[in-house]
């Protein structure tokens, strides 16, 4: 079995990760990098439109 990973990047420092979307919060709540601590809608920090896809399926899960 293949765990599931998204994308994310923070536009303000530029550092890039990955996370499993599960326990990942809602994409219109706010969230901080871990590395910079810039605050942004989570939405923003995912890479693509697929990574946003693949979290909105956990969510509904």
Aim: hydrophobic letters at 30%; proline letters at 5%; aromatic letters at 10%.
């Amino acid at each position: 079995m293949t765990e599931a990973f998204v994308r994310l990047r923070c536009s303000e420092c530029g550092k890039d990760w990955q996370k499993t979307p599960t326990g990942l919060p809602d994409v219109r709540s706010n969230f901080s990098c871990p590395n910079c601590h810039g605050t942004r809608r989570f939405a923003e920090f995912l890479r693509t439109e697929r990574d946003l896809e693949t979290v909105k399926q956990f969510q509904e899960a």
